[in-house]
């Protein structure tokens, strides 16, 4: 190692390690950077197995003096959050339920959908383990109260109204002479409707359901049933608890490699929600305590901090977590380990959950001798530093530059995990241009993971050469991430790689069971990014102006179009002919033609 241990300041501060490649492979803060970075490197029986591999890679350190330990604590966990050093502990977040998030704090509010709960200003409600539902309830919202759901630049007079406020969904405040007061009334009405207070709706709701039965349009009243329970569900989501605080329970179970966490969610005396995380990281498990205070830091970090955090036991540096904990939220945090009572069983179940969790992690099947040995193969011949364990593969398919579609497939273990594929509809490319597609994808892909800190893949493979390749490392670089990047060419099944010169590409013989599962990979991620292109290209040629019509579902269309052809004949029939058909009411049939001769 290059770097003189006696240039170390005795001052707070943050440190970081870095390997022979100057990649950064630790973060750390410390009261005294001189006191702390000394211990790493005095007699190895004082140091963990994880620390002795640690050291081990160490080839320069770099170091930040900073005024204060909770500066430096500060510091430590963004650097994290920014770096994710190989060798720190690293925050998995398994499942987020999610939050209504409803933005008073700008001029015209927007409510939608969101699995983070920052501390924005912005009123949060949830969680909800039922997302279907509340997603059911918000477009009940839009229909009554009328918010805008987009996420475009408010402003008034110089952009045309969307969709949503044709169909009465929405006020378009991006229009002229909206008065602003009267958007914020349906604002406080919205929100005073997720606090609970729904009985006038569910009695207006019912009153519908039961006129649209009269009048035998069932599949509208079907419909209207199905918002009254989304609501019933929303009201009565809540569970009882003894207490009257907002609070936030932890609690803690480890196997060998991966310690599992629980957090349930009490908010005004009612738990609402729980989620699952997991701490991963070399010899996670040795010191549950230790790797408690690293969820702690990294978890509130951006989360909201309750006056109140329950936890199974102290963890190390306590005090100055709570310190730093009151003086992000700005008021009194209290850390505490309840011995008895209420409190002390929301502990233990929040446990027993945790420890289900783990057991649910531990039946998934391990991957097979085969697929290891293709994986440990895989890792000799591209010099990576780990077994690349999660693989994520891209493609795109097109036709021509139209209805272009991105395919992400993600393999565990040598094993395809088809809950974790992703398809990117192309956004910002117009016509043929496959590199720039790729690097869109890519782009789209990792700042959606850096944003909301979910863990990042081993190795990523993309279909194609050299072209395709370049594009992708382009936007992995713009992200500041160093992940290993290949493509695969289908002609030869040459490796092509990031570096440049002789060793830009690898050949390795057909047999090879590493080149076959990059195949498998490559194969899958053509096949997926297909038949999502197929799908996309289907929807827009079977896409019709009845499907903007309020109570045309697709077995009413399905009816239309097969007695009468095309839009233009249903367009040119009356009333009559319409209601004639079964599921067409006279009244839909009206509202149908309406639709049509305003078009």
Not at 194 to 216: C, D, F, P, V, Y
Not at 419 to 443: C, L, P, S, W
Not at 481 to 493: D, Q, S, T, V, W
Request: hydrophobic share 35%; with cysteine; aromatic share 6%.
């Amino acid at each position: 190692m290059d770097f003189d241990l006696k240039t170390l300041p005795a001052l707070p501060g943050v440190y970081l390690m870095k390997d022979d490649s100057g990649d950064i492979i630790y973060v750390g803060k410390a009261k005294s950077l001189d006191k702390r970075v000394r211990q790493y490197f005095q007699s190895k029986r004082n140091l963990s197995p994880k620390t002795v591999t640690l050291v081990r890679h160490i080839d320069d350190i770099d170091y930040i003096v900073t005024d204060s330990e909770i500066d430096a604590l500060v510091l430590e966990a963004n650097l994290i959050k920014k770096y994710r050093p190989r060798y720190n502990i690293r925050l998995k977040d398994d499942k987020r339920y999610p939050y209504v998030k409803v933005t008073v704090n700008s001029t015209f509010p927007r409510i939608f959908l969101t699995r983070r709960r920052l501390m924005d200003g912005a009123l949060y409600f949830g969680p909800y383990t039922n997302a279907k539902a509340i997603r059911t309830t918000l477009d009940l919202i839009s229909r009554i109260f009328m918010l805008r759901r987009c996420r475009k630049k408010i402003e008034p007079g110089k952009s045309r109204p969307c969709l949503n406020y044709h169909i009465k969904r929405c006020m378009a405040p991006c229009r002229e002479r909206l008065d602003k007061e009267e958007y914020r009334k349906r604002v406080m009405e919205a929100v005073r409707f997720l606090k609970g207070e729904t009985s006038g709706i569910l009695k207006e709701l019912e009153a519908k359901m039961r006129l649209l039965a009269k009048e035998q349009d069932y599949e509208s009243a079907a419909e209207v049933r199905d918002q009254i329970e989304s609501v019933k569900y929303l009201s009565e989501q809540q569970i009882a608890t003894s207490g009257t605080d907002d609070r936030d329970v932890l609690a803690a179970v480890s196997d060998e490699k991966t310690i599992y966490i629980q957090v349930f969610y009490v908010r005004h005396g009612s738990m609402v929600g729980k989620a699952d995380f997991t701490l991963l990281g070399a010899d996670v498990s040795e010191n549950i305590e230790e790797s408690m205070a690293q969820f702690v830091k990294q978890y509130y970090q951006d989360s909201p901090i309750p006056p109140e955090i329950l936890v199974q036991y102290d963890f190390p540096e306590k005090e100055l977590i709570v310190r730093w904990l009151c003086q992000r939220s700005g008021r009194d945090v209290r850390v505490h380990v309840p011995q008895r009572g209420e409190k002390k069983k929301l502990i233990e179940m929040a446990e027993r959950n945790a420890q289900m969790s783990m057991r649910m992690a531990q039946l998934k099947p391990a991957p097979s001798e085969s697929a290891i040995a293709a994986l440990e193969e895989l890792q000799k011949v591209l010099s990576l530093d780990s077994m690349p364990l999660h693989i994520e593969g891209f493609d795109i398919s097109n036709i021509s530059g139209t209805n272009a579609v991105g395919s992400m497939v993600y393999f565990e273990n040598g094993i395809p995990a088809n809950n974790k594929y992703r398809q990117h509809n192309i956004k910002t490319v117009k016509g043929i241009d496959d590199f720039a597609m790729m690097a869109e994808v890519v782009h789209r892909r990792y700042s959606r993971l850096i944003k909301n800190n979910e863990p990042m893949p081993d190795l990523i493979l993309i279909d194609g050469g050299p072209g395709q390749v370049s594009a992708a490392k382009s936007s992995t670089d713009a992200l500041g991430l160093n992940i290993p990047l290949i493509g695969l060419a289908k002609r030869f099944e040459h490796i092509i790689t990031t570096k440049k010169g002789p060793d830009e590409v690898i050949i390795l013989p057909h047999t090879s069971s590493a080149l076959k599962i990059l195949m498998h990979i490559r194969d899958e991620a053509h096949r997926f990014a297909v038949s999502s292109h197929r799908r996309r290209r289907s929807a827009s040629l079977t896409h019709s102006e009845l499907d903007s019509i309020p109570g045309v579902g697709p077995s009413r269309k399905r009816i239309l179009l097969e007695n009468f052809d095309s839009i233009d004949k249903i367009r040119s029939a009356s009333v009559g002919d319409l209601s004639g058909l079964d599921g067409i009411s006279e009244q839909l049939a009206k509202k149908i033609l309406e639709h049509l001769e305003s078009k």
